[in-house]
C-alpha cells in the first residue's frame, strides 16, 4: 500500500542533481498529474490524495533538469488542489443523500 505523503516547501532545495525522470512518485500523485486520475477508483480505496506545497523546488532552481521537477510540483499542487474540491463536493453530495434516506416516509406516522 501506498503511504500519503506531504512535500514541504523547498523540500527538494539540496537536491542540485535530482531529475524528475530519477523520481519514485506515489501512484495517485502520477495518475493526477497524467490527467487520468478517477473519482470512482479513489472511492473505491485509493490512498488519500498527497499534499505538495507550490514551491516544493525553490525557485531559484533554474537548471533545465530542475525546471522540470519545478514544473511537475506546481502542476500537481494545483491539480490535487482542484480535486480535494471535486471530492469534498461528492462527500457533502453523499452525505445529504444518505441523510435524506435515513428519514424514511413512514417514521412520520
Known amino acids: 500500500p501506498e503511504a500519503t505523503l506531504n512535500i514541504e ?3 527538494f532545495s539540496e537536491c542540485a542533481h535530482l531529475e524528475l525522470s530519477k523520481v519514485k512518485w506515489p501512484k495517485t500523485i502520477q495518475l493526477i498529474v ?14 488519500q ?3 505538495m506545497h507550490e514551491n516544493a523546488c525553490c525557485s531559484w532552481i533554474t537548471q533545465k533538469v530542475q ?4 514544473q511537475y ?14 471530492i469534498s463536493r461528492d462527500f ?18
Open 9 to 11: 516547501k523547498c523540500a
Open 34 to 47: 497524467e490527467g487520468s486520475f478517477d473519482l470512482k477508483t479513489y472511492l473505491r480505496g485509493f490512498p
Open 49 to 51: 490524495i498527497s499534499i
Open 67 to 70: 525546471l522540470e521537477l519545478t
Open 73 to 86: 510540483c506546481k502542476k500537481y499542487h494545483l491539480l490535487s488542489k482542484c480535486w480535494f474540491w471535486i
Open 92 to 109: 457533502s453530495r453523499r452525505e445529504k443523500i444518505m441523510t435524506k434516506k435515513r428519514i424514511h416516509p413512514s417514521s412520520f406516522q
